[in-house]
């Protein structure tokens, strides 16, 4: 039997709910623990668009994590964000039967087959449009509300903070946006670097750069990483090594070793949390479900406080150091940015 859904049972401290990834159960907890109003979370399968070995939930984990999120009235996403792959729809199909059974309060899909089998199917499963259904505007995003009956939309990660508000002002669903967590530049989970070089894509296997391809070799005192056999950096005595993705890798152009296509670095939306709640954004997540339990501790409790301090007195609200350091200390190459939200671009 599926669990209760929770609508309006919620006791939150801000009106944007902080949505916190967990790539285990021991995540979960820790997102729990640390503040999360609503956990999201995969199954171990191509279903899910952060399939790394050894992370995941089998279903009972998931049984198990919602039954502490509701016990908690807080609330479980299930991520089902991966394209259906030709021939293997039963796959995509298992995994909206499992986020029902097993009580979700809600599915994030981008697939349209996948958004139309849920609805007809699942009438009272509440669906969210993830960030790779790459829903930019308003008729975009209205269409896919009375197509599928979406709830809310995920917005990628390309919006300024004036376009953001637009929608807001238009859109009949609720929003999210990324608040912090790595960028990367792919077009939304429809990146095939990663399959140039492994054979594996966030599209085809949900995962980039996967860990069997991955090695790392210490000579001489550099540590070199390779994907495949490729080298996409090397590191000197100290340097700190940062995961190998072929996008942050460091090549030579022109005799200059550099990032060829982008330096590692986070998005970090703190300083902009009461101008997200006065648009009308709903929810703020938080990337990163490949990332550890301390991960979510720590990112979790720093964005609780900097959310609740921006309710309680918008005006005056301004990020204290020190949260900032901790989110610089998660972020991937220790560096962050304000992203698409301030763009100074066109
Ligand atoms: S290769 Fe880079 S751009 Fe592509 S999905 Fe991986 S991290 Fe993102």
């Given at each position: 039997?599926?669990?209760?859904?929770?609508?309006?049972?919620?006791?939150?401290?801000?009106?944007?709910?902080?949505?916190?990834?967990?790539?285990?159960?021991?995540?979960?907890?820790?997102?729990?623990?640390?503040?999360?109003?609503?956990?999201?979370?995969?199954?171990?399968?191509?279903t899910?668009?952060?399939?790394?070995?050894?992370?995941?939930?089998?279903?009972?984990?998931?049984?198990?994590?919602?039954?502490?999120?509701?016990?908690?009235?807080?609330?479980?996403?299930?991520a089902?964000?991966?394209?259906?792959?030709?021939?293997?729809?039963?796959?995509?199909?298992e995994a909206?039967?499992?986020?029902?059974?097993?009580?979700?309060?809600?599915?994030?899909?981008?697939?349209?087959?996948?958004?139309?089998?849920?609805?007809?199917?699942?009438?009272?499963?509440?669906l969210?449009?993830?960030?790779?259904?790459?829903?930019?505007?308003?008729?975009?995003?209205?269409?896919?509300?009375?197509?599928?009956?979406?709830?809310?939309?995920?917005?990628?990660?390309?919006?300024?903070?004036?376009?953001?508000?637009?929608?807001?002002?238009?859109?009949?669903?609720?929003?999210?946006?990324?608040?912090?967590?790595?960028?990367?530049?792919?077009a939304?989970?429809?990146?095939?670097?990663?399959?140039?070089?492994?054979?594996?894509?966030?599209?085809?296997k949900?995962?980039?750069?996967?860990?069997?391809?991955?090695?790392?070799?210490?000579?001489?005192?550099?540590?070199?990483?390779?994907?495949?056999?490729?080298?996409?950096?090397?590191y000197?005595?100290?340097?700190?090594?940062?995961?190998?993705?072929?996008?942050?890798?460091?090549?030579?152009?022109?005799?200059?070793?550099?990032?060829?296509?982008?330096?590692?670095?986070?998005?970090?939306?703190?300083?902009?949390?009461?101008?997200?709640?006065?648009?009308?954004?709903?929810?703020?997540?938080i990337?990163?479900?490949?990332?550890?339990?301390?991960?979510?501790?720590?990112?979790?409790?720093?964005?609780?406080?900097?959310?609740?301090?921006?309710?309680?007195?918008?005006?005056?609200?301004?990020?204290?150091?020190?949260?900032?350091?901790?989110?610089?200390?998660?972020?991937?190459?220790?560096?962050?940015t304000?992203?698409?939200?301030?763009?100074?671009?066109?």
């Amino acid at each position: 039997m599926p669990a209760p859904r929770l609508a309006g049972m919620q006791t939150r401290t801000s009106p944007l709910e902080l949505v916190a990834p967990a790539g285990s159960l021991a995540a979960l907890k820790a997102a729990i623990e640390a503040g999360a109003d609503t956990v999201y979370l995969g199954l171990k399968n191509a279903t899910n668009a952060r399939n790394f070995a050894g992370l995941n939930f089998t279903e009972s984990d998931i049984r198990a994590g919602v039954e502490l999120a509701h016990s908690k009235n807080r609330q479980v996403l299930f991520a089902i964000n991966t394209f259906v792959q030709a021939g293997r729809g039963h796959e995509w199909r298992e995994a909206v039967d499992a986020a029902h059974a097993l009580g979700a309060d809600a599915v994030i899909m981008a697939d349209a087959g996948l958004l139309g089998y849920a609805r007809d199917r699942y009438p009272d499963l509440r669906l969210h449009l993830s960030v790779q259904g790459s829903a930019t505007h308003t008729d975009a995003i209205e269409l896919m509300k009375e197509q599928f009956g979406i709830r809310r939309v995920v917005l990628p990660r390309v919006l300024t903070l004036a376009e953001i508000a637009r929608i807001c002002a238009n859109v009949s669903v609720e929003v999210e946006v990324f608040g912090f967590g790595s960028l990367c530049v792919m077009a939304e989970g429809r990146c095939l670097l990663s399959s140039y070089a492994t054979g594996d894509s966030p599209n085809n296997k949900g995962v980039c750069s996967p860990a069997s391809a991955v090695r790392w070799v210490e000579e001489d005192g550099r540590l070199d990483a390779r994907l495949n056999g490729i080298l996409i950096d090397r590191y000197g005595p100290g340097e700190a090594a940062a995961y190998p993705t072929l996008c942050k890798g460091r090549f030579e152009v022109d005799g200059v070793a550099d990032h060829a296509l982008e330096e590692p670095t986070s998005l970090n939306a703190i300083g902009l949390l009461p101008r997200l709640a006065e648009m009308g954004v709903s929810a703020i997540k938080i990337e990163g479900r490949q990332r550890s339990p301390a991960y979510v501790t720590q990112v979790v409790s720093t964005l609780r406080a900097a959310l609740d301090s921006a309710h309680v007195d918008p005006n005056r609200y301004s990020p204290r150091p020190e949260w900032n350091a901790t989110l610089a200390r998660h972020a991937e190459g220790s560096q962050v940015t304000q992203g698409a939200f301030e763009r100074p671009w066109k």
